[in-house]
């Protein structure tokens, strides 16, 4: 066999004569257009593919291409792509909410009614396969120095007993001094508690009934009707609701106290749905009690889901006060009172208690909230987790449980400062918290400081990660093309095929049912790296296949006849030819990711029993390490080969 130099196989590539011309021509263009046809001829070939895996672009129809920000698997093996008005204002402004069904098995893609604007809601799935949706946009942001009129939030008052009030979108705030501020939303107030007291004379006879009125309240966002600086007021004071006659004019009154031109940020929603992936259409379900936009949702052991965060309806970061979905009843309750920053990891640990890693994708001041720890929800106690490394780095990073879930570690990777901050960070790091006295400890560092970086769990107890930026959203050219593994087991990062298409801010990852990786979304601030021109939201979606299923060809091992739903004793079995090479088998839960937090997926580990031709594989019972929904069972053989998924239900 003839052994070629690099240089050699690079010019028969394009032919002598052709690079001769081209570097005649302009040498520079000539080299890079070599490099660039070498590069593509290494990473087409079996080999590299076998080590590295590969990458290759979906063909998406013009129609169906859309700023993909929140991405969902669903047990119909199908893809929920959710862009809502997509960080466009002009898409908000005319009331188009996109939301696109996509199928990996059959490459089709489909358009789904989306009824309200769901850009930076938040979503879970629940047990029954449908997928929670909460929250979104209300308002877009106005930034500093471009709000004409003072604004802000309006308390509203109600001291009836008797009957709620709604105030349409467009009621008038009059203040003393007769500046008036128009709603922005509609907004009914509840009616006021009342409670009858008793007490008794000192000579034991009972004094005469005294009723106590609370007064009920609701908020809103107002704006001055008129640019100026005489609607510029930092003052507590009682405005009019300008048309109230009556009893209601005396009940019902605005109360405000701060109302100016200072930057006004998004303004959340409270409306809930459910996604039903089978009728393929969203069901409104009851909203929530708090206008959300960045919550975090997650399901709990017993299959309710809680909300936590978000900017609520007048731009502020909601201060504590979470709820907790009931999928039966469709409706919210109170859930315990905890502050958190915008779109924070939430995790379900085994015994029930959520780990907050501190990882988050911003809103908020930098000093409140951002500890780690341990929340027991029943006790509302939390307990702070130290050993972090850059821990004023956490925004934008990524968390994800290590697999299988049964090992507890959870890990945290990349990140950076709080807001437009230049610093990035390279490190991970891990806790145990099987350990009495869990802390995080140091893993291998990234290749660079990273921020909004995807990692994915694969069914061989890897995990995938790829993408970011050294900067925030991208400036200065600073996408990372480049892809790795980690190995949980030797605690090391190994190099796979670099992807063509950057990611960083509402970019998204996730396994799908045929164990290839799909990544999705890209907002860069800047499309040069001067920073002299604005980005543009990237569509292009791309698939990595892993190099695991190169090296398998045909010979993945693959699961026959067997059950949706394991039987009375947790117990699956399915049929298959390759029972007696098969190693491992996982249930790993279907991502929902947005803004490089996905606190659904996890990879739980089963006792495999194998005979001639079936396997049999039994399921940890706890709630805590198992929550309720559908799952993908993969099994993995001798040789790192993995099965495409099956589709199983677990209650």
């Known amino acids: 066999m003839v052994h070629r130099s690099a240089k050699s196989r690079r010019k028969t590539l394009l032919g002598g004569g052709a690079v001769v011309v081209l570097v005649a021509l302009n040498a520079p263009a000539a080299v890079s257009f070599v490099e660039e046809k070498y590069h593509a001829h290494k990473i087409a070939q079996p080999g590299y593919k076998k080590r590295f895996g590969s990458w290759a672009p979906l063909d998406v129809p013009a129609p169906y291409r859309v700023n993909v920000i929140h991405a969902a698997l669903l047990h119909t093996g199908k893809v929920l792509l959710i862009a809502g008005s997509g960080n466009d204002q002009k898409k908000f402004d005319s009331g188009t909410f996109d939301t696109v069904l996509w199928d990996p098995a059959k490459n089709t893609f489909k358009k789904i009614p989306t009824p309200e604007d769901f850009f930076c809601s938040g979503h879970t799935q629940l047990a029954d396969g449908r997928l929670l949706v909460a929250g979104g946009t209300a308002r877009y942001e106005i930034l500093e120095g471009e709000v004409k009129r003072a604004g802000g939030g309006m308390r509203v008052k109600n001291e009836s007993p008797d009957k ?212 027991d929800l029943r006790t ?30 959870v890990m945290v990777l990349g990140g950076g400062g709080v807001g437009e901050s230049a610093k990035s960070t390279a490190r991970t790091s891990i806790i145990d918290l099987s350990r009495r006295t869990p802390a995080f400890r140091d893993g291998p560092a990234l290749p660079q400081g990273t921020r909004y970086l995807s990692s994915v769990l694969m069914p061989d107890d890897t995990v995938f990660t790829t993408g970011g930026s050294r900067q925030y959203r991208g400036a200065g050219g600073s996408d990372i093309l480049r892809s790795q593994f980690y190995d949980p087991r030797a605690n090391a990062f190994t190099a796979a095929a670099d992807p063509v298409v950057g990611r960083n801010y509402h970019s998204e990852a996730l396994l799908l049912p045929d164990g290839r990786v799909a990544t999705f979304g890209s907002d860069p601030l800047y499309a040069d790296k001067a920073n002299t021109k604005l980005g543009t939201f990237e569509q292009r979606i791309e698939i990595f296949t892993p190099p695991a299923l190169f090296r398998a060809g045909a010979a993945r091992p693959a699961l026959g006849e067997g059950p949706q739903e394991p039987d009375k004793n947790g117990r699956l079995t399915f049929r298959t030819k390759d029972a007696p090479r098969i190693t491992t088998a996982r249930l790993m839960r279907p991502s929902a990711v947005t803004h490089t937090t996905d606190v659904e997926q996890r990879s739980v580990a089963l006792g495999l029993t194998r005979t001639k031709d079936a396997v049999t594989m039994e399921l940890p019972d706890d709630r805590t390490l198992l929550p309720p929904g559908w799952y993908m069972l993969f099994v993995t053989d001798e040789n790192g080969a993995y099965s495409e998924a099956k589709w199983v239900r677990v209650g």
Do not use: C
């Open 164 to 375: 709620a009030v709604t105030l349409r979108k467009g009621t008038v705030f009059r203040s003393p001094s007769g500046v008036e501020y128009v709603s922005k939303f509609d907004v009914t107030v509840p009616k006021a508690t009342r409670e009858f007291e008793v007490s008794y004379f000192t000579s034991g006879q009972m004094k005469p009934w005294t009723t106590k009125v609370t007064a009920a309240e609701a908020r809103v966002f107002v704006e001055a009707r008129k640019e100026g600086p005489q609607a510029l007021t930092t003052q507590a004071a009682q405005y009019e609701v300008v048309g109230l006659k009556g009893a209601d004019a005396d009940n019902v009154y605005g109360l405000a106290q701060r109302l100016t031109t200072e930057k006004q940020d998004f303004q959340g929603i409270r409306s809930a749905y459910e996604f039903d992936p089978r009728a393929e259409r969203y069901i409104p379900v009851a909203p929530m009690k708090d206008a959300r936009w960045y919550p975090t949702l997650v399901t709990l052991d017993d299959g309710k889901v809680l909300a936590v965060s978000g900017l609520n309806d007048v731009g502020d970061v909601v201060p504590g006060d979470n709820e907790i979905y009931d999928p039966t009843t469709k409706k919210w309750a109170k859930g315990p009172f905890r502050y958190f920053p915008t779109y924070p990891a939430l995790f379900l640990t085994k015994g029930g208690k959520l780990l907050y890693t501190g990882s988050n994708a911003g809103y908020g001041p930098a000093e409140k909230g951002r500890e780690p720890g341990l929340w």
């Open 380 to 409: 509302n106690a939390f307990t702070k987790l130290g050993g972090l490394t850059d821990p004023d780095q956490l925004e934008t990073s990524a968390s994800l449980m290590l697999p299988p879930a049964q090992d507890q570690k």
